[in-house]
């Protein structure tokens, strides 16, 4: 059979192959430290998981566009998380806020505005979908985050309707927009009227519970990307929204559309549950706040082992990365055959049992030696046990070497390694 040339271009998706790859490994005998893959750590909260056994017998197609109570209650959520007033009517459902996005992709008859570094699947999905893609640089000396600046010269140069794709706190590299930060962007987005696409699906697990949509400075052109998998622990259920402008309805109605002739709906069970989530119980609060306050503990005490290694990179706001960077190792890795970030990770793996992701696969140039490292290998329900027990505790270093071994053991042998590296034979 003939194959499209899109598909020939694409590459098994870096987040599931490293997740594979460990798996391999850890059954042929070999300790690995599972840093690559970036999944909650946490367990589905109790409640959410009694509402999903009490709905597992409804078996009927719900509606295309998401079960209507479950719209009411996202379009609460979005007005007590980010004060955004939105109506059930905005809202969209979909299995997973990636099979969202693809679909609004293949809808745009525009060009993919997408920053440097940015989640492995974005450019992938723009191949697929047959849409041309303008990759926008950024610097760690700003933090990975796009600046007005680098927007609006992409506007300039970019011809024709465009989509812009930000994600905040960013996968890969934990950082997040200022209220500031945002304004500035909202003004370039509104003189270019672009369509964005605001994946905020890591925005409840900004680490001091600070997220700021930029829905909030450009409502008519932003649309927000969320779902369960990041602070509910639900990867795996597979639900995702998206809530549209006003201005938008009739591109809702067109992936709607889309939608019917492709997934019908997200599985019923999982939409009566994810109601009970999105209302935000008294103790589901509290397990968002207890998830915040461990993730910041553990980016932190990362964040301080690899400075001590001499390993850049900035801090995170959020979610469950950081984005290091292997400079200062660079001629002792050129000396062992060692030129890109997937050489580097490979060697890595090989060499400490720490599995990363290279920065290629996030959109660097292949030499940069850069990684993401998801710093999640840690038992999440054991942590949030000892935070209900223990609220007013300060999560230090002595609380990562109890709760999260496992992080701590990957520091120590990634160190360990890098010494052996830079010793002359």
Known sequence: MKISPNILRLKPSAT????ERSAELIRSGKKVYR???GQSPFPVPAEVVEALQAHVHIKDYLPVRGLWELREAVASFNQRTIGLDSTADQVLVGPGSKELIYDLLLAADATLLLPSPAWVSYEPQAVLAGKPVHRIETSASESWLLTPTALQKACETVTGPKVLIINYPGNPTGTSFSEEQLRALAEVCRKHEL?????EIYGEVHHEGAHQSLARYYPEGTIVSAGLSKWCGA????LGTFTFPKEMLSLLD?????????FTSVSAPIQYAAVTAF?????ITEYVEHSRKILGAVASYVHQRLEAMGIQMPKADGGFYLFPEFDKYHEAFAAKGIHTSSQLCEAILNESGVALLPGEAFGRPETELSARLSFVDFDGGAALEYCKSAPSANLNEAFTQQYCPAIVAAMDSLHAY????????
């Open 16 to 19: 599931l192959a490293i997740n």
């Open 35 to 37: 840093l690559g893959f």
């Open 195 to 199: 369509i964005v696409i605001a994946d």
């Open 235 to 238: 990867g795996g259920w597979r």
């Open 254 to 262: 067109i992936l709607a559309t889309i939608a019917s002739e492709t």
């Open 279 to 283: 209302k935000g119980r008294p103790a």
């Open 418 to 425: 890098l010494k052996r590296l830079t010793v002359p034979a």
